[in-house]
């Protein structure tokens, strides 16, 4: 199965929102509601900032927030801050005990 | 607080068999949810690597599959990896995480990861 489709880079303004896409398959993305968004710093594991398309664990900030459309998964940053310059990687349950992760989006905060 | 810690070989010659152990603290891995490994080559993307349940069942990526082993000692509160015929493509950085039930489809916490280095 495919890796998910991100684009590389990102960028934005403080105070600024900034959308990234994940793209899928109607096999992943358009057939469960599994979809993660995790952002990681350089030199740091991973961190899950959305769960299941839309929710927020505990101690997120409502800044971020996820949807989906079809096979498109998207996460929205809003109120960009200096610290939400990382990197956001997109997951999905992939259907035959799969997971699947996109690329990555590189996001600078201008 | 759940912390995860992955502990192993940093250096393996390529055909070498890769072992790495997550020790949970804080947390039973007894409990309802899966363990799982991720992969992350240097400056590139995640790769989900397989997902265990504490007992004993497991499922693995379609591509690592012929080679992944992993296993759960619940008196240890540990989980390991095996992958074997290492090569260069297999160096990476190796996280262990929580994984959610049913399909392990989001993870959180994730240790801090371990560097492995496949090179002759």
Redesign the interface.
Known sequence: QSALTQPPSASGSPGQSVTFSCTGTNSDIGYYNYVSWYQQHPGKAPKLIIYEVTKRPSGVPDRFSGSKSGNTASLTVSGLQAEDEADYYCSSYGGSDNLIFGGGTKLTVL | QVQLEESGPGLLKPSETLSLTCTVSGFSISSHYFWSWLRQPPG?????IG?IYQSGTT?Y??SLKSRVTMSVDTSNNQFSLSLNSVTAADTAIY?CARS?VP???????????TLVTVSS
Do not use: T
């Open positions: 590139k993307g995640l790769e989900w997902s499922y990526s379609p996280y959610v399909v392990f489809h989001w993870s959180d916490p994730w240790g801090r990861g």
